[in-house]
């Protein structure tokens, strides 16, 4: 039996495959939550760090491919476990009680689903930029002169929409329960999950899987309770305050003041 075979047709295989998969994702959630959590920082940060993504140019679109591939590979052998389940066992239990398997496991399918349309929808909403009208994905300037999107006031306009912020509450929220569960069957389908540490090694995913989505919901909740707000004097609802901590020399009378210093210069 050869080793693709193994891989791709045995059950062990398909599980190793959902959790290198499963690791692969996971990294890109953390990655990604660690530059969203930009936002909190002066608005250049998050909105260079945008601007490098995108000038990575062929290699960004080769980093999409190869997530786009994972995220096949993931829910594909999801699917064929699900289904070799089912046919080993086609007439269910009379009476279905559940010892070990949580909550989370058994809902694992119903969670990833939902992730998925929140994927495809977020794409849209942020990456395609056609959920919302043009007056939602504003420009602006960097202190070097450069003229990129304005990732930072694309976010603080969407998440003003409390409908969309709830949405985006429930779907990070029932990912980090996915998580939680995938991370732990990742353990077991490598053979790491042993007697000794399985209970420490519970609590340690389940307290990543937490802060996973504390970070997001600050970001959510940020925009919503005022302390992230819009700090491009040229978009509507620019709402920072003269002295701001955070973007201090943006604001309108800092603007005003630097033009007229710039128009005594050249007189
Ligand atoms: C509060 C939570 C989140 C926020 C604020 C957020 C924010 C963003 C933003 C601003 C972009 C566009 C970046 C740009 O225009 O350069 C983006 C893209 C993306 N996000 Fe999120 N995100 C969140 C959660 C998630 C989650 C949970 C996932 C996956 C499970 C995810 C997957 C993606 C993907 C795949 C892209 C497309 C990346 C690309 O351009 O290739 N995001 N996100």
Redesign the pocket.
């Known amino acids: 039996m050869n080793i693709f075979h193994v891989l791709f047709k045995s059950s062990i295989g398909k599980k190793v495959i959902m959790a290198l998969t499963g690791i692969i994702?996971f990294g890109?959630?953390i990655g990604?939550?660690t530059g969203?959590l930009q936002?909190f920082s002066h608005p250049d940060k998050i909105n260079a760090y945008?601007h490098f993504?995108?000038s990575l140019g062929p290699a960004?679109w080769a980093?999409?491919l190869f997530?786009l591939a994972v995220v096949v590979l993931h829910i594909w052998f999801a699917a064929q476990l699900t289904l070799e389940n089912r046919r080993a066992r086609p007439v269910g239990y009379d009476k279905q009680i559940t010892l070990r398997a949580t909550l989370g496991s058994r809902y694992m399918r119903y969670s990833g689903v939902v992730?998925l349309a929140?994927?495809v929808y977020?794409?849209l909403h942020?990456?395609v930029?056609m959920t919302h009208g043009p007056e939602a994905y504003p420009m602006t300037i960097l202190a070097d002169g450069a003229a990129v999107?304005d990732?930072h006031s694309?976010?603080v306009l969407?998440?003003q929409n409390p409908l969309l912020s709830v949405f985006?509450l429930i779907?990070?929220g029932l990912?980090s329960w996915h998580l939680n569960h995938g991370l732990v069957s990742m353990f077991q389908s490598l053979g790491l999950r042993t007697r000794v540490w399985t209970g420490a090694l519970e609590k340690v995913v389940a307290a990543i899987c937490i802060l996973y989505f504390l970070g997001?919901?600050a970001?959510?909740v940020g925009v919503m309770s005022g302390q992230v707000r819009i700090q491009n004097p040229q978009v509507a609802g620019y709402a920072c305050r003269t002295n701001c901590e955070i973007c201090g020399a943006r604001t309108a009378e800092a603007i005003t003041e630097s033009a007229e210093t710039s128009e005594d210069n050249q007189s």
Do not use: K
Request: charged share 10%; hydrophobic share 65%; aromatic share 14%.
């Open positions: 994702l890109f959630v990604h939550l969203n936002i945008a993504l995108e960004l980093i999409r997530l992730v929140f994927i977020h794409i942020f990456t930029r999107r990732v694309m976010m969407g998440f985006y779907s990070v990912l997001n919901a970001i959510v």
